[in-house]
């Protein structure tokens, strides 16, 4: 019990005395209301009494209830441990399957470039050693087109003497590198260091490598010397290296896909990333695959570390980011709050929240604006009153477009997001609300 008999001492003892008091004064008429008095306060004290016990009652239920509580709890954690572990295992299984399936699609996809390289590299090489060749051949008793043809054949590692032999020709063009000498050294610096650089598509690397980049505008050179002559060889109007760079082409092509590639190896799920990190790596792609220069002003008044997807997070900014270039866009500015703490903020009681966003981020540049009528199907499509992405872009392909607004789109939706576009004639700005930092 948790109220002692001892603390109503007191109370008995009036109760007695008042008894004692009734018994000795029975004549006197005033009596029945002191009895009655008397009656009353043992029935409010019994009652009292009562109500304490049964509030020792009501508290040792409680502690009971509190008990079990903690109980369940304790387990409540331990099934959301166990949950968690699995979930984690679960993650690492399907991580695992996917590097698995996507490192054969890799490997097969790379060794289909590489062999349309090398036939590519073979055939053009011998086209360009047959035409060194029958130049030679032809022009041999003109010692003005000889002597030409010899200056530029030497930039190339092709002298007299191999000059005579189609295989030889050949032999030493085989040798052509082309990519520039700055990347193959880099790429030596590299592997020196133990760092993953890929695949190589041009094989091994020769001895006596000719760098296409460092070569072929001394060609340019010599030519325009013999240009600006009195009197310029015939074989100064025929460019014979030329068709390197249809292989220079290709090999950028290949280059680029190996770049990607290098980066999906590397296959996660949840990573942490902060929303600088992201913003830094998104432009850098954007301004490697647009071949575009740009600037990026950020304001981050809020950095956070997201729990996420780190290839979505970067790609849906790097996303804003194209679009930015495609509308001509010299720079674009990126800023970052944190909503709890912010007097106002735009557009926000236009969406609503199962509990308050955790980040504001917007993206605003100064190039052509969107058409109103542009505006409000993305705007539609993002609230998701229309499904279509038919004539969402704003490149030349219409009905093919709409890549980056459903990246958008679907990353939002990971994070509880919600985001709308405002545009003029000055630029367009997009905000963007995430409700939760992590997945």
Avoid: W
């Amino acid at each position: 019990m948790i109220h002692e008999e001892s603390i109503f001492n007191d109370e008995n003892d009036i109760i007695r005395q008042s008894k004692d008091i009734i018994e000795k004064n029975r004549n006197n008429p005033l009596i029945d209301k002191y009895i009655g008095l008397t009656e009353s306060y043992e029935r409010i004290f019994k009652k009292f009494r009562l109500t304490l016990k049964m509030s020792d009652r009501q508290q040792n239920e409680l502690k009971k209830a509190r008990d079990s509580l903690r109980k369940a709890n304790k387990n409540l954690e331990e099934v959301n441990y166990q949950l968690n572990k699995r979930q984690n295992i679960i993650i690492k299984l399907i991580g695992d399957i996917s590097k698995i399936r996507f490192s054969g699609d890799r490997h097969a996809i790379r060794n289909f470039a590489q062999k349309i390289f090398e036939y590519e590299k073979n055939l053009i090489t011998q086209i360009i050693a047959q035409q060194i060749y029958l130049l030679y051949k032809i022009m041999e008793s003109n010692d003005k087109e000889i002597s030409y043809l010899l200056d530029i054949c030497n930039i190339f590692g092709i002298d007299r003497e191999i000059i005579k032999d189609k295989t030889l020709i050949e032999n030493k063009l085989h040798q052509v590198v082309i990519e520039s000498s700055y990347t193959a050294a880099s790429m030596n610096n590299d592997i020196q260091e133990g760092l993953d650089v890929g695949d190589d598509f041009l094989g091994m690397i020769f001895s006596e490598d000719i760098y296409l980049d460092e070569a072929y505008p001394k060609v340019i050179d010599i030519k325009k010397a013999y240009l600006d002559s009195s009197s310029p060889p015939l074989l100064a109007q025929i460019d014979i290296f030329a068709l390197f760079y249809v292989l220079k082409d290709l090999k950028d092509i290949i280059t680029e896909i190996n770049r990607r590639f290098s980066s999906y190896g590397k296959i996660s799920f949840l990573e942490n990333i902060t929303i600088s990190k992201a913003i830094d790596s998104a432009k850098e792609q954007a301004i490697q695959d647009k071949k575009h220069e740009f600037i990026v002003e950020t304001s981050l008044k809020y950095d956070p570390e997201m729990i996420t997807n780190e290839n979505a997070l970067i790609y849906m900014i790097r996303d804003l980011f194209y679009n930015s270039i495609d509308a001509g866009s010299s720079a674009v500015r990126v800023l970052s709050k944190r909503p709890s703490q912010e007097e106002y903020l735009p557009y926000l009681n236009n969406f609503s929240f199962d509990i308050y966003p955790s980040l504001y981020l917007s993206v605003q540049d100064n190039g052509k604006g969107l058409s109103k009528e542009k505006l409000n199907q993305i705007n539609d499509y993002l609230k998701r009153n229309i499904d279509s992405t038919e004539n969402l872009s704003t490149k030349g392909d219409k009905k093919k477009g709409g890549l980056g607004s459903k990246n958008l789109r679907d990353f939002l939706l990971l994070h509880a997001g919600h985001c709308c576009y405002e545009s003029d004639q000055y630029g367009t700005k997009v905000h963007l609300y995430l409700e939760k930092l992590e997945i």
